[in-house]
């Protein structure tokens, strides 16, 4: 075997690296079951000294499922539907000030397409052009989180859930980041997809826990950007519990990658959130990644409760 397995970073408790694996690796059913095992079981793999092209990205990531082109399609790369292309330059994603310092691509913690009823199962990332500061992809196992839970606080989130909605501008989310953003120009995103937000993209519902169905490990199934308030809980007790579930969440182990080029990483959407730390605006950042199918089978739209 030419590629080795190795943990991610000593102490963490989630993550592998994959080095040197060769698109003919993945042709082996051997291979391919071992990554989808440390995918389930790490939550996190970061792929090493592999030659990254876009069609390699798309293979590895048919591995782990078959592939969706994403819901928003401002996002979608020109040349392979399989691919979104997530460019930070302040025309495109906006620019703003977080804590007084002027940003591009910040991106508060998140599970992708938790603003749908069928949440992705993964996602795998590339760096096209990194930025000489900031730009790190941010993850926090929520197995892990749900497990640091006091007992008190695990037994009253039991079959709670939380109402969604995508959110355009990280300085509207409620719960995404605690940092003071101002914002000093809209993305087109923006203004793209916030006149049609509630009808493309009206509110959902997603359950608090969940259990990984191969494991069997309960999961805070918590994405902080986009959260709003418990269902039927939107008083104010309801908001100091979503409060303290996100703080709780945001200070858990958490492991913070800075991009080099050859780089891919893995993701299982169903257990990581993750984040995107400010980067110069007067650089540009280029990622791409791939949107792993899979539905976990617990979210709905609020309307189709409300409508029964
Ligand atoms: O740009 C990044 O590093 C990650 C962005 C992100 O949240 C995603 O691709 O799902
Ligand atoms: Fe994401």
């Given amino acids: 075997m030419a590629y080795s397995v190795e943990k991610l970073q000593d102490g963490l408790g989630f993550g592998k690296q994959v080095i040197g694996l060769r698109r003919a690796d993945i042709d082996r059913e051997s291979v391919r079951a071992e ?3 440390h995918w389930i079981r790490e939550g996190l793999i970061v792929f090493r000294g ?4 876009p069609d390699f990205q798309i293979e590895l990531s048919r591995v782990f499922g078959e592939l969706e082109v994403h819901p928003i399609r401002e996002l979608r ?11 930070s330059d302040k025309d495109r994603e906006g620019l703003f000030e977080i804590d007084g310092v002027e940003s591009v691509a910040f991106l508060p913690w ?9 949440i992705n199962h993964g996602g795998l990332l590339t760096a096209n052009t990194i930025t000489s500061w900031g730009g790190q992809t941010g993850f926090i196992d929520q197995v892990q989180a749900y497990d640091l839970l006091p007992d008190e606080l695990k037994a009253e989130i039991e079959g709670l859930e939380v109402v969604y909605q995508l959110c355009v501008n990280p300085g509207y989310s409620r719960y995404g980041s605690k940092s003071r953003i101002r914002t000093i120009q809209t993305s087109d995103f923006e203004k793209s997809v916030g006149p049609r937000l509630d009808r493309d993209f009206p509110p959902v519902v ?3 826990t969940f259990v990984q169905p191969d494991t069997g490990r309960k999961v805070l199934n918590l994405s902080p950007f986009g959260a709003k308030y418990i269902l039927g809980r939107d ?4 908001h100091a519990l979503l409060q303290r579930l996100v ?4 200070a858990s182990p958490s492991y913070f990658h800075s991009w080099q080029p050859s780089e891919m990483l893995l993701w299982d959407n169903w257990r990581m959130a993750h984040c995107v730390t400010g980067a110069p605006p007067d650089e540009i950042r280029i990622m791409q990644r791939t949107t792993i ?10 309307a189709d409760r409300q409508a029964a």
């Fill in 110 to 118: 998140h599970s992708d397409l938790i603003f749908t009823d069928r």
């Fill in 206 to 208: 997603h359950p608090v």
């Fill in 247 to 250: 703080d709780h969440l945001t």
């Fill in 35 to 37: 990554l989808r095992d």
């Fill in 50 to 53: 592999s030659a990254v092209t």
């Fill in 235 to 238: 008083d104010e007790a309801g």
């Fill in 77 to 87: 790369a020109a040349d392979h539907d399989e691919l979104i292309t997530l460019v």
């Fill in 293 to 302: 199918m899979g539905d976990y089978g617990l979210g709905r739209r609020l």
